[in-house]
């Protein structure tokens, strides 16, 4: 797969506003990994803007539960194999399914966590559906009340 490095100095709690910052790109172009937790405890990714936060209680209903919360970090850490601030969805350490907020799918290039703070990988969205295979979903929300 086809992708350019961008290193960039993190900070801690920086979130998506620091790396946009950092590389002089959109925060919308800039994903998120976000590992979570359905009812039944099961972890999975969801890939959102930068810019926007998941509702829940949409991702719940988009996946058929009843209810998904974001993992605590260490559970977070534990599932992927990666320290959240960090977080790839490439390469977790537990197979986990994949969702991607639809309209990531229309940008032209996307910049995404490699894998370790301070380090994303520029990749065509084409990219990423043909290697994780996510299944989309219409989820992302701003405002208060947004889970991330």
Not at 35 to 61: C, F, Y
Not at 68 to 90: I, M, Q, W
Not at 94 to 110: N, S
Request: glycine residues 12%; proline residues 7%.
């Amino acid at each position: 797969m086809p992708f350019t490095e961008h290193v960039y100095r993190y900070e801690e709690h920086g979130g998506t506003k620091v790396s946009a910052r950092e590389l002089g790109v959109d925060e919308h172009a800039v994903v998120k990994t976000l590992v979570m937790e359905d009812d039944a405890r099961s972890p999975l990714i969801v890939l959102m803007h930068g810019d926007l936060e998941v509702s829940t209680k949409q991702l719940a209903r988009a996946i058929g539960c009843k209810h998904v919360e974001p993992c605590k970090p260490d559970v977070a850490n534990r599932h992927s194999g990666y320290l959240v601030g960090g977080t790839s969805p490439f390469g977790t350490r537990k197979a986990m399914p994949v969702y991607v907020e639809r309209t990531i799918l229309d940008l032209p290039r996307i910049y995404i966590n490699g894998g370790a703070r301070g380090f994303l990988v520029g990749i065509a969205p084409a990219d990423l559906v043909k290697v994780l295979k996510p299944t989309p979903v219409e989820v992302g929300i701003t405002g208060p009340g947004a889970r991330g």
